[in-house]
């Protein structure tokens, strides 16, 4: 069984469209992430969410909205995509409430906006 | 806030060869260390990690990595490398104490492993 599973693995869109990526982890865990993987690798925090409470907003544009519906799924909704939406977008899961957590990612999601 | 330097950005080594890749990182207070690998195409999986002890841990498929406080590194290791290990590394801290679990990434280092 996967551990951290993502929606879809591939997206091609045009502009201006709305898209969503969804993220869903059967390890138990509380806690769940989003990062953002540029052309050129760097990885970086977008959002973190520990029992569905958003505990993590890093500078990302508001078009960008995370969503809990329960502490297994961490969804991300992005409204008008522009070009420089395009990466790899990374959920990962750790079970929180430790100093010493360790985090699991799932297989990433190729968002090429057109 | 912390950051974390990976001085290597492309290493090219013969199988057989000895691995090091450098990490260092910024930060005032006590962090946890991981190095993830990304196999081409792949997720990022965990290779080892750093809480507290012993500083030189030991991975999966024969990899170490040493944290040195006075350096503030967490130097990757393996004596012998094979063509599968072809992959991206990326070393990550998160700082302890701030209740902030996300993680900070280096820029990553790409190894190539020629047969």
């Known amino acids: 069984d996967t551990a951290v599973s993502q929606t879809p693995k591939y997206l091609v869109t045009q502009m201006g469209n709305d898209k969503s990526i969804k993220c869903e982890q059967n390890?138990?865990?509380?806690?769940m992430y989003w990062y953002k993987q540029d052309s050129k690798k760097f990885l970086k925090i977008m959002f973190s969410y520990n029992n569905k409470e958003l505990i993590i907003n890093e500078t990302v544009p508001n078009r960008f909205s995370p969503k809990s519906p329960d502490k297994a799924h961490l969804n991300l909704h992005i409204n008008s995509l522009e070009l420089g939406d395009s990466a790899v977008y990374f959920c990962a899961s750790s079970q929180g409430g430790s100093s010493t957590d360790t985090q699991y990612f799932g297989p990433g999601t190729r968002l090429t906006v057109l | 806030a912390q950051s974390v330097s990976q001085h290597n950005h492309h290493v090219i080594l013969s199988e057989a060869a000895s691995l090091e890749l450098g990490c260092n990182y910024s930060y005032g207070g006590t962090v946890n260390l991981f190095w993830y690998v990304q196999y081409p195409g792949q997720h990022l999986q965990l290779l080892l990690k750093y809480f507290s002890g012993d500083p030189l841990v030991k991975g999966i498929k024969g990899f170490e990595a040493e944290f040195i406080k006075s350096k503030f590194s967490f130097n990757l290791r393996k004596p012998s490398v094979q063509w599968s290990d072809t992959a991206e590394y990326f070393c990550?801290?998160?700082?302890?104490?701030?209740?902030?679990?996300?993680?900070?990434f280096g820029s990553g280092t790409r190894l190539q492993v020629q047969p």
């Open positions: 990550a801290v998160n700082a302890r104490g701030t209740g902030r679990r996300a993680l900070t």
């Open positions: 390890l138990g865990h509380d806690t």
